[in-house]
C-alpha cells in the first residue's frame, strides 16, 4: 500500500507564466533529487472545468516515511521557496493507494 | 500524453463514517462501471498532513473526450448525487500527464 501525496495550487493575481515556468523548472528537478519519488506529476489546469485550481502536484512515494523524506528534502524545500509567494489558495490532501509504487 | 483529473472534498460538519463509507462504495463501482479510466485512485486523508482536505479522487484518462465520457457518465453523475450533498469544499484541476496512462 503505497501513499500519494496531492496538492492544488491557485496562483494569485498577477502570477506571470514565466513565474510559473520556473515553478514547472524546480519541481521537473526532484525526482532524480529525492529518491523516494516513485512517481511525480504536475503540471497547469487544461482549462477544462469549471472553477478549477491553476495547478496540481502528485507525489507518489511507498510510505509515510518516504512522504516525510520528499517534503523535509532541501530541495523540495526549495521549491517550497520558489511557490509559496505566488500562492492564493493551496488544497492537499494525501491518500492511500493500492499499488506498489 | 494522458489526462489526470484530480478532485479533492472537505466534508461538511457532521458527516459520518457510513456515509464516507456509502461514498467509496459507489465510486469503487465505476472503473467497472466506465471503461475510460485507466486507473482510479480514491480515499479519505490520512491526517498526515495540516489543513488537509477530507478526501481525494484521481482519475487518469487518456484525453480530453475520455475525461468527458467519465464526467458525463451516468454511474459517476449517481456518484455525484452521493457526494455533493456532503460537500463542504472542493478543490479540482486537470493536467496532462506523461505517460500513455
Known amino acids: 500500500m503505497a501513499l500519494r501525496h496531492i496538492a492544488l495550487f491557485r496562483w494569485s493575481e498577477?502570477?506571470?507564466p514565466a513565474q510559473v515556468a520556473?515553478?514547472?523548472e524546480v519541481l521537473a528537478r526532484l525526482p532524480e533529487a529525492i529518491p523516494e519519488l516513485d512517481a511525480y506529476t504536475f503540471g497547469s489546469d487544461l482549462g477544462?472545468?469549471?472553477d478549477t485550481f491553476d495547478f496540481a502536484v502528485v507525489a507518489d512515494v511507498a510510505d509515510e516515511q518516504a512522504y516525510a523524506a520528499?517534503?523535509?528534502h532541501p530541495d523540495h524545500q526549495a521549491a517550497l521557496g520558489v511557490i509559496r509567494p505566488?500562492?492564493?489558495e493551496r488544497a492537499s490532501a494525501q491518500i492511500r493507494t493500492g499499488g506498489a509504487g
Chains 1, 2 share one sequence.
Do not use: P
Open 48 to 50: 477544462i472545468g469549471s
Open 86 to 88: 505566488l500562492l492564493a
Open 14 to 16: 498577477g502570477t506571470t
Open 22 to 24: 520556473e515553478v514547472e
Open 70 to 72: 520528499y517534503r523535509d
